[in-house]
């Protein structure tokens, strides 16, 4: 598939009423705004989040193999575990982080709090390298709310600076709205890659901090209880299968159908071949579809008519979904799982990495024929091991 996942290299949430605590190896992820009756003080959360520049890079030039043009879109997606009076209109922005920091291993609930990483105040461990209060570099931001609170971490935004993208992405929820964080990060993740590759020339260089995940500033440090919107992801150290995860797209489509025809009716049948049941979590599979009518025309052959396959029309697209919670990992997407033809048949290629190992998965396939949308869940399934 054109879709390919990375797991997060480190993560921790940092909290204003804590400004020393670490918790590098919590499960919960926390973006909040606390305030209560009894302590009407406001009291800030935001969450810190890196993935390795390496990983991103082998996915640019290895796997999808775009590095001249770095045609790619790139998403971070972080799970909801909970939350908590997202009453009205809220909005969460994302930046790349300015300033390097510790991971560290402490965790929310500890007896003794831990402080080896990093903090509300410090970016390495308790005493070490406090986050930048005053005299920012350039198109570098912070923001806290007092000199109690100071602190929170920084982040580059880049605007106004002459011919780079807004580097700040945002989401915005509503009392009924889904709560996963889904925001897209093309513009940092490219000038993250550039950096890296020393192809920024006269540029402004941006290295891979990681992202800083906060509610925006006018929703921070109020006193109302009115605003109080609290939303817990799942850490990289959850024991579930939603860790956060950096989700990097390209196309890959091509469609050549050589001496196939391309099948017309609706009526149908599609078997998937190259399936073994079974990948390691570093597989990479290309997945071949046997297409052909269910109710062949009546011609006089000298072959059988249900042994010739079919391409699939070009308006043709897969989603994965995880068996036990039924949830698509990859959902139907007309620009990044549309399915490819060459003279053999059908097919589209996965990258099993992306996938949590020790899982069953199902491939559903979407096609448009004769204007009818059809989605066909053939129990095609798979099951992806740790290797």
């Known amino acids: 598939m054109a879709v390919y996942k990375l797991f997060p290299s480190k993560d921790a949430a940092i909290y204003s009423a804590y400004p020393a605590m670490n918790t590098g190896l919590d499960p919960i992820l926390d973006v909040a705004n606390y305030v209560t009756d009894i302590n009407p003080i406001a009291r800030v959360a935001r969450s810190l989040i890196k993935f390795d520049q390496n990983q991103i890079n082998n996915v640019i030039d290895t796997i999808a193999a775009v590095t001249q043009s770095l045609s790619i879109s790139a998403s971070l997606k972080s799970y909801v575990a909970k939350a908590t009076n997202v009453i009205i209109d809220s909005t969460i922005e994302v930046y790349p982080i300015s300033g390097s ?45 007092g000199s109690s609170n100071a602190g929170g971490g920084t982040w580059y935004t880049a605007s106004g600076y002459p011919g780079m993208n807004n580097l700040k992405s945002t989401q915005s929820f509503s009392l009924r709205s889904d709560k996963d964080l889904n925001v897209d990060v093309t513009n940092a993740v490219k000038v993250w890659y550039s950096s890296s590759k020393n192809l920024a020339s006269g540029l402004f260089d941006i290295h891979n901090e990681g992202f800083i995940v906060k509610w925006t500033s006018s929703l921070e440090f109020q006193q109302s209880t009115a605003l109080t919107p609290q939303l817990s992801y799942y850490s990289v150290d959850t024991n579930t299968i939603y860790p956060p995860q950096l989700e990097i797209k390209w196309r890959d489509f091509s469609f050549v159908t050589g001496s196939l025809t391309v099948i017309r009716t609706p009526q149908l049948f599609v078997a998937l071949e190259n399936n073994p049941g079974v990948f390691y979590s570093e597989s990479i599979n290309q997945f071949r579809l046997n297409c052909r009518p269910q109710f062949p025309v009546r011609t006089f052959e000298t072959a059988s008519a249900y042994t010739k396959n079919y391409a699939l029309p070009s308006s043709s697209y897969y989603a994965i979904k995880d068996l036990d919670t039924n949830e698509f990992v990859v959902d139907f997407d007309t620009t990044f799982t549309q399915i490819s033809c060459d003279a053999s048949g059908s097919y589209f290629t996965v990258y099993m990495n992306g996938l949590e190992p020790e899982r069953y998965y199902s491939i559903l396939v979407k096609t448009i024929v004769d204007n009818n949308t059809l989605v066909l869940d053939e129990n095609y399934y798979f099951k992806v091991v740790n290797g």
């Open 101 to 145: 920091w510790n991971n560290g291993s402490g965790q929310f609930a500890d007896v003794q709090q831990n402080t080896t990483g990093v903090s509300w105040v410090y970016q390495s461990y308790s005493g070490s390298n406090p986050w930048n209060t005053g005299g920012l570099p350039p198109y570098v931001a912070n923001s806290y709310s």
